[in-house]
């Protein structure tokens, strides 16, 4: 799987069409996490409300980022933290290592954080010689399939309960077993005594709260926990867009968030970091450092139509939502963040010469524009994006040729466009597909469209191979309308 990178998207993303268990897997949990977001979005009555707040004070932030940025460091220093500033990964990562190395750290825990993945501090780490062990479960597992991980998340969504079952077998020599309970319990027992041992730990953090310099790492399985308090050394690696102004402002984001990523009412764990221990006697660890990493974010910052991006607070729930991701998963995208944010980020993390396929990677639904907390409008972003890869012939020339729009497919869009404009053709199209779903197809499943257009269509034939097709109702909105008058006449 690591293999795979954003300038193949097109043909990793072929290649995951055709595993049955990958859909499969990414069917069942993606469609629970959108259940779970729906029910719990709509426990609380004023979810718009919350949505348009949180970008609110998301826009305010970022117009006067380098403000709240100051505000934050003072404020954390005044509590006894150590705040360092990153250009960039290299220079992340050399922090990093810097102080491991001052410590004669052999052995550091890491709790699950998208910018360290983003900054592939393990493998920096581990360059040195020192020990980068994931905690979290779903990042345990990957780290020891020796994958990235598919979702912002649930790292791990992509693998069934046999497959980490195998796994567990094949590289901690457990005797088989599937059952859940034994392999959570396996992990946890051999996750504790690497916290006993540890020299340091790496966590991320969700949000840094500029008023009174804290930081909020949210979680469920109790690892951040002691990831943050059992070693002598806390490190934390912050994106620099994480900074919010106020401690009243988190009561938002912790209605948001939680219910957007997983449907949960609130996490199990909210560990607020304000500086070191106090007391030498109380929990927590004696240092506690503080990188607040730049990497391409000041980039985005700068423009007023990419700024919106750095909104975004990592809850997943675009990807859940979006059918492209629902059938390719996390690991075609080729880069740390998949997904509709990762479309729209990665390009402009680490440039459009290697990304460009990414933008591409979507139909525009606004299925992420729907779901996302923080009202991020992703598809203007992915077209602004599209639009100055057009401007870039270099970089149009380097696009897949699959990607340039076909013939057949331009001929297809015009015919779409005049049946979608004429309401009397759409009305006999509509007729016509009704009579193909019902005597032709009959069945409307995915097996038969695709084998019909297979055999009478080959060309459209790309069309059905991966995506399914929704059965057409019975009867159509306008009869349906007529029906519910005539009713209720
Ligand atoms: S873009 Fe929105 S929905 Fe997607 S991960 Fe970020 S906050 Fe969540």
Redesign the pocket.
């Known amino acids: 799987m690591n293999h795979l990178t954003t300038e193949t998207f097109d043909a990793n993303a072929r290649a995951a069409l055709q595993d049955v268990q990958l859909r499969g897997a990414l069917r069942n949990a993606t469609s629970l996490f959108g259940k779970r977001r729906l029910a719990a979005a709509r426990s609380l009555s004023n979810w718009e409300d919350l949505r348009t707040e949180a970008r609110r004070i998301k826009d305010e932030t970022l117009l006067h980022l380098d403000k709240y940025l100051e505000e934050f460091t003072a404020n954390a220093e005044k509590a006894g933290a150590q705040i360092y500033w990153a250009r960039d990964a290299a220079e992340a990562n050399d922090i990093v290592k810097k102080l491991a190395r001052d410590r004669a750290a052999r052995l550091v825990v890491k709790s699950k954080s998208m910018t360290t993945e983003e900054i592939h501090l393990n493998a920096a780490l581990e360059a040195e010689g020192i020990e980068a062990l994931e905690t979290d479960l779903g990042e345990y597992i990957i780290q020891l399939a020796g994958e990235t991980p598919s979702h912002?998340i649930a790292p791990a969504i992509h693998k069934t309960r046999h497959q980490i079952a195998d796994l567990f077998v094949d590289k901690l020599g457990i005797a088989p077993t599937d059952d859940i309970a034994a392999l959570t319990a396996t992990a946890r027992r051999v996750l504790r005594d690497k916290f006993a041992a540890a020299d340091i730990g790496v966590s991320g953090v969700n949000f840094g709260v500029a008023e009174t310099g804290t930081i909020l790492i949210l979680e469920n399985e109790g690892n951040i926990r002691l990831t943050t308090s059992l070693p002598r050394t806390h490190i934390a690696v912050v994106g620099i867009e994480k900074v919010i102004p106020r401690f009243d402002d988190l009561e938002v984001f912790l209605k948001l968030l939680p219910r957007?990523?997983t449907g949960q009412q609130l996490t199990t764990y909210q560990s607020l970091i304000t500086g070191t221990k106090r007391d030498a006697n109380a929990e927590g660890p004696n240092e506690l450092h503080i990188i607040l990493l730049d990497n391409g974010r000041s980039r985005m910052l700068a423009h007023p139509t990419t700024r919106q991006s750095l909104?975004?607070?990592?809850?997943?729930?675009?990807?859940n939502?979006c059918p492209v991701y629902q059938q390719i998963g996390g690991h075609a995208y080729g880069s740390v963040y998949p997904?509709?944010?990762g479309a729209?980020i990665t390009p402009q993390l680490i440039g459009l010469e290697k990304t460009a396929q990414l933008p591409y990677a979507s139909s525009l639904c606004g299925a992420?524009r729907e779901?996302?907390?923080?009202k991020?409008d992703?598809p203007e972003l992915l077209l602004h994006l599209r639009a100055e890869i057009k401007q870039k012939s270099e970089i149009r020339n380097q696009r897949s040729e699959a990607l340039k729009p076909k013939r057949a497919e331009q001929l297809a869009f015009k015919l779409w466009a005049a049946i979608m404009t004429r309401p009397t053709w759409y009305a006999l199209s509509a007729k016509f597909a009704r009579f193909f779903q019902r005597f032709i197809v009959r069945r409307n499943t995915i097996t038969r469209v695709s084998r019909f257009v297979a055999t009478f269509a080959p060309p459209l034939a790309a069309w059905t191979d991966g995506r399914d097709l929704r059965p057409i109702e019975a009867k159509s909105f306008r009869q349906q309308w007529r029906d519910r008058g005539a009713k209720s006449a």
């Open positions: 912002i957007s990523g909104a975004c607070i990592r809850c997943g729930a675009c990807l939502a997904g509709p944010i729209v992420c779901v996302c907390p923080v991020i992703i």
